[in-house]
């Protein structure tokens, strides 16, 4: 097992890692979008959200030695599923044609008042 960190990435805000590598697997933690280099939120929409929260996922995917066409699932969380197209969107732009597992989930509330929220699980075939 490999815990993963980057400074690419916002630090974890508790006794957590970013990722953790176990053989091919990849379980990336629950992203919200925090700029890296402030610790601040970043954006005032979900989609503007959504937007650095997968930059943060890239740049975990890559400090292990994966990239997003390796992710096989993501959940998302949101506190207004209303936003959903809008958060979609920006996915969709991110991942391109390549089309993981998902879930999404309607939330009362996030950390620090966050909008969205993202997990993932990547594997690194033979």
Same mark, same amino acid.
């Given at each position: 097992?490999?815990?993963? /960190?980057?400074?690419?990435?916002?630090?974890?805000? &508790?006794?957590?890692?970013?990722?953790?590598k176990v053989g091919?697997?990849?379980?990336?933690? &629950?992203?919200?979008?925090?700029?890296?280099?402030?610790? /601040?939120?970043?954006?005032?929409?979900?989609?503007?959200?959504?937007?650095?929260?997968?930059?943060? $996922? /890239?740049?975990?995917?890559?400090?292990?030695?994966?990239?997003?066409?390796?992710?096989?699932?993501?959940?998302?969380?949101?506190?207004?599923?209303?936003?959903?197209?809008?958060?979609?969107?920006?996915?969709?732009?991110?991942?391109?044609?390549?089309?993981?597992?998902?879930?999404?989930?309607?939330?009362?509330?996030?950390?620090? &008042?966050?909008?969205?929220? $993202?997990?993932?699980?990547?594997?690194?075939?033979?």
């Amino acid at each position: 097992m490999e815990f993963v /960190k980057t400074d690419r990435a916002p630090a974890a805000v &508790g006794p957590y890692s970013q990722a953790v590598k176990v053989g091919n697997w990849l379980f990336v933690s &629950g992203q919200i979008a925090l700029n890296p280099e402030t610790g /601040k939120l970043e954006g005032e929409t979900a989609a503007e959200q959504t937007e650095r929260i997968l930059k943060n $996922l /890239k740049a975990i995917l890559e400090a292990a030695g994966f990239d997003l066409k390796e992710v096989v699932k993501v959940t998302i969380y949101t506190t207004d599923l209303e936003e959903f197209p809008k958060i979609n969107e920006v996915y969709a732009r991110f991942f391109g044609d390549h089309r993981p597992a998902r879930a999404t989930v309607g939330v009362c509330n996030l950390p620090l &008042g966050a909008k969205v929220e $993202l997990e993932a699980v990547a594997f690194k075939g033979p």
